[in-house]
C-alpha cells in the first residue's frame, strides 16, 4: 500500500496568504520526514525536515508540524508568492533500518497573484 | 552544492531493447538511488545501494537492474525495455543517515520512451 498519502492533488491560494500542504503516513518506524519543491522540467529540491524527536520546525517563511500520534505532517507557507507555485513532494525515511525517503505524489501548489 | 549527474537527458527505444542508464556523483556520497517519477504516482524507488558493490530492493524493481560500480556510479539497465518503462527517471545520492544529512540530491532527470 502507499506508505506516504498526499489527498490534495492541488491547490490554489492567493498571493500573501496561508498555503497548507499535508501528509499523512502509515509506517510507525519513519523518523525523518521532509518537503521536496520540485518546478516542472526540473528536479526535486529539499526544502525543509524534520526529525522525529521534535513537532515543529520553522525557516523563514516555512514550517513543518509534525504529528506522530497521527501520523501526520504539514507544511505551511506564510505570504505566499507566484513564485511559490510548484509541485510539493512529502517524503519519509526510516533511518533505523532502511536508508530510503518514500515520496508522495505530490500537490501541485498554485499562488495566484 | 552535491553534484549528480545523469545521462542520457532523453533516450528512445523499442519495446524489448537493452537500455542502460548512467549516473555519477562527485561528492563521495555514501548512497545513490533510482526513482521514476509518473503522473499520478509522484516519485517511486526503484533500487538503491549503500556503496559500491551494494544493491538493496527498492519499491517498484521488476524489470530492472542496477549496479554500484564505484562510490560515484550508478547504473540502471533495462534488459527487455516495455513501453510501461516510459518515465522520467531520477538519480540521487545523499551523503548518510542519522546524522542531519539525509538530504537527497537529484541529477536532472533522464526522460525514457520506449515505443
Known amino acids: 500500500g502507499q506508505q506516504v498519502k498526499q489527498s490534495s492533488p492541488s491547490l490554489t491560494v492567493q498571493e500573501g496568504g496561508i498555503s497548507i500542504l499535508n501528509c499523512d503516513y502509515e509506517?510507525?518506524?519513519?523518523?525523518?520526514f521532509a518537503w521536496y519543491k520540485k518546478y516542472p522540467d526540473n528536479s526535486p529540491t529539499l526544502l525543509i525536515s524534520?526529525?522525529?524527536?521534535?513537532d515543529k520546525r520553522e525557516d523563514g517563511r516555512l514550517t513543518v508540524f509534525l504529528n506522530k500520534s497521527g501520523k501526520h505532517f504539514s507544511l505551511h507557507i506564510t505570504a505566499s508568492q507566484p513564485e511559490d507555485t510548484a509541485v510539493y513532494l512529502c517524503a519519509a525515511g526510516d533511518g533505523g533500518s532502511n536508508y530510503k525517503l518514500t515520496f508522495g505524489k505530490g500537490t501541485l501548489l498554485t499562488v495566484t497573484p | 552544492e552535491a553534484a549528480v549527474t545523469q545521462s542520457p537527458r532523453n533516450k528512445v527505444t523499442v519495446t524489448g531493447g537493452n537500455v542502460t542508464l548512467s549516473c555519477r556523483q562527485t561528492n563521495s556520497h555514501n548512497y545513490m538511488y533510482w526513482y521514476r517519477q509518473d503522473t499520478g504516482h509522484g516519485l517511486r524507488l526503484i533500487h538503491y545501494s549503500y556503496g559500491a558493490g551494494n544493491l538493496q530492493i527498492g519499491d517498484v524493481p521488476d524489470g530492472y537492474k542496477a549496479t554500484r560500480t564505484t562510490q560515484e556510479d550508478f547504473f540502471l539497465l533495462l534488459e527487455l525495455a516495455s513501453p510501461s518503462q516510459t518515465s522520467l527517471y531520477f538519480c540521487a545520492s545523499s551523503e548518510t543517515w542519522g546524522a542531519t544529512a539525509e538530504t537527497l540530491y537529484f541529477g536532472s532527470g533522464t526522460r525514457l520512451t520506449v515505443l
Open positions: 509506517n510507525d518506524m519513519f523518523d525523518y
Open positions: 524534520v526529525r522525529s524527536n521534535v
